[in-house]
C-alpha cells in the first residue's frame, strides 16, 4: 500500500495514482468514485480491467492525464486461475458453463508443455465479451444481446507464461505480456491446445512497467483521503436505479450463471417433449 497521504498530491497539477481495483467493479466504476470522493476535475485510467479482475489499475489525474497512453503501452503482468474441463462464452465467470470434457487423463509435464507455443509473438482473438468494436459496436454489447459476430485476430506478445500450481481441474499462472492482451483468450486457447477446454476463474494485474499493486491503495484507503466538505455544504444524494444489478462479489454472478443454466435446461427439457423424447436420451 502507498504511503502517501492527501497531503502529498497535487491532483490538479497531475497525478500518477495507483489503485487495488475490487471485485465486480468497472474501471469506470473505480474513477467515477475516485472522482468524486477527491473532488478531482480531470482524471481517467491508463488501462481497463475486465470486472471479474481484481489489482492494479493507474489512474492520472490533471496534466498527468497526458501520459495514458505512454503508461498504457508498457508490458503487464498478470496471475489467476484457469479452469480446465470446462467452457463458458465469454471466458470467465459471467457466463454459464456451455462445455465440459474429461481432463483428468492430462499429466503435469502435458498441461506445461502445452503452454510453450503460446511464449513469444503471437495471434490472438479477443473474446466476443470484450471492448473491442465491432462495426462501431462493442463486443459485449452485441454478445449480451445473444448475437454472433466475427472478431479479428491481433497479435500480441507474451514474454513469460509460467504455471506456478496444478491441482486439476485448476491450474495457477503468471504471464507477462504486452498491451491488448487477453487472459480470458489465453485460457481459451490452452483449452483448445489440451482438448479438455478451459476458462478464466481468477485474474490479478500485478504489475504495469514499474509499477506494482503492492504500492497501490485500496478504495477505503480513499475514502479515508476525502476532504471534509464545507460547513453548511450539502450535495444531492443520487438513488440507484431499482433495476441495476447488486454487484455482491462472485454471488452476482454465480446467480447469472444460475439463471443461465436453469434457462438452457429448461429450453433442453422443452425440446425434448417436443420430440416426445425423455429429456435424459436426449442429452446422451
Not at 30 to 43: A, G, M, P, S
Not at 240 to 249: E, L
Given at each position: 500500500m502507498s504511503t502517501k497521504t492527501l497531503a502529498d498530491f497535487d491532483f490538479e497539477t497531475g497525478e500518477v495514482l495507483l489503485l487495488d481495483k475490487p471485485l465486480t467493479w468497472t474501471s469506470f466504476d473505480v474513477v467515477r468514485k475516485v472522482k468524486n470522493t477527491l473532488r478531482i476535475k480531470k482524471i481517467g485510467h491508463a488501462g481497463t480491467l475486465d470486472p471479474l479482475a481484481t489489482g492494479l489499475l493507474i489512474l492520472c489525474t490533471g496534466k498527468k492525464t497526458k501520459e495514458i497512453d505512454l503508461i498504457q503501452a508498457q508490458e503487464k503482468e498478470y496471475t489467476g486461475t484457469f479452469r480446465l474441463g470446462e467452457t463458458t462464452p465469454s471466458f470467465d465467470l459471467e457466463t454459464a458453463v456451455d462445455m465440459a470434457r474429461p481432463y483428468s487423463h492430462l499429466t503435469d509435464a502435458e498441461?506445461?508443455?502445452?503452454?510453450?507455443?503460446?511464449?513469444?509473438?503471437?495471434?490472438?482473438?479477443?473474446?466476443?465479451?470484450?471492448?473491442?468494436?465491432?462495426?462501431?459496436?462493442?463486443?459485449?454489447?452485441?454478445?449480451?444481446?445473444?448475437?454472433?459476430?466475427?472478431?479479428?485476430?491481433?497479435?500480441?506478445?507474451?514474454?513469460?507464461?509460467?504455471?506456478?500450481?496444478?491441482?486439476?481441474?485448476?491450474?495457477?499462472?503468471?504471464?507477462?505480456?504486452?498491451?491488448?492482451?487477453?487472459?480470458?483468450?489465453?485460457?481459451?486457447?490452452?483449452?483448445?491446445?489440451?482438448?479438455?477446454?478451459?476458462?478464466?476463474?481468477?485474474?490479478?494485474?500485478?504489475?504495469?512497467?514499474?509499477?506494482?499493486?503492492?504500492?497501490?491503495?485500496?478504495?477505503e484507503d480513499i475514502q479515508a483521503l476525502r476532504p471534509p466538505r464545507a460547513e453548511g455544504e450539502t450535495r444531492p444524494r443520487t438513488e440507484r436505479p431499482s433495476t441495476a444489478p447488486n454487484r455482491a462479489g462472485l454471488q452476482y454472478f454465480a446467480a447469472l450463471q444460475a439463471d443461465a443454466l436453469a434457462a438452457k435446461e429448461n429450453q433442453e427439457h422443452q425440446a425434448a417433449e417436443g420430440a416426445g423424447t425423455p429429456p435424459a436420451a436426449a442429452a446422451e
Amino acid at each position: 500500500m502507498s504511503t502517501k497521504t492527501l497531503a502529498d498530491f497535487d491532483f490538479e497539477t497531475g497525478e500518477v495514482l495507483l489503485l487495488d481495483k475490487p471485485l465486480t467493479w468497472t474501471s469506470f466504476d473505480v474513477v467515477r468514485k475516485v472522482k468524486n470522493t477527491l473532488r478531482i476535475k480531470k482524471i481517467g485510467h491508463a488501462g481497463t480491467l475486465d470486472p471479474l479482475a481484481t489489482g492494479l489499475l493507474i489512474l492520472c489525474t490533471g496534466k498527468k492525464t497526458k501520459e495514458i497512453d505512454l503508461i498504457q503501452a508498457q508490458e503487464k503482468e498478470y496471475t489467476g486461475t484457469f479452469r480446465l474441463g470446462e467452457t463458458t462464452p465469454s471466458f470467465d465467470l459471467e457466463t454459464a458453463v456451455d462445455m465440459a470434457r474429461p481432463y483428468s487423463h492430462l499429466t503435469d509435464a502435458e498441461i506445461t508443455a502445452a503452454t510453450l507455443p503460446f511464449v513469444g509473438t503471437i495471434q490472438q482473438t479477443p473474446p466476443l465479451f470484450s471492448a473491442v468494436k465491432i462495426d462501431g459496436k462493442r463486443a459485449y454489447e452485441i454478445a449480451r444481446n445473444g448475437q454472433e459476430a466475427e472478431i479479428k485476430s491481433k497479435t500480441v506478445d507474451i514474454k513469460v507464461f509460467e504455471l506456478t500450481r496444478i491441482e486439476l481441474p485448476e491450474i495457477d499462472f503468471r504471464v507477462v505480456c504486452s498491451k491488448g492482451t487477453y487472459i480470458r483468450s489465453l485460457a481459451r486457447d490452452l483449452g483448445v491446445a489440451l482438448g479438455c477446454g478451459a476458462h478464466l476463474t481468477r485474474l490479478v494485474r500485478s504489475r504495469i512497467g514499474e509499477y506494482r499493486v503492492e504500492d497501490a491503495f485500496s478504495l477505503e484507503d480513499i475514502q479515508a483521503l476525502r476532504p471534509p466538505r464545507a460547513e453548511g455544504e450539502t450535495r444531492p444524494r443520487t438513488e440507484r436505479p431499482s433495476t441495476a444489478p447488486n454487484r455482491a462479489g462472485l454471488q452476482y454472478f454465480a446467480a447469472l450463471q444460475a439463471d443461465a443454466l436453469a434457462a438452457k435446461e429448461n429450453q433442453e427439457h422443452q425440446a425434448a417433449e417436443g420430440a416426445g423424447t425423455p429429456p435424459a436420451a436426449a442429452a446422451e
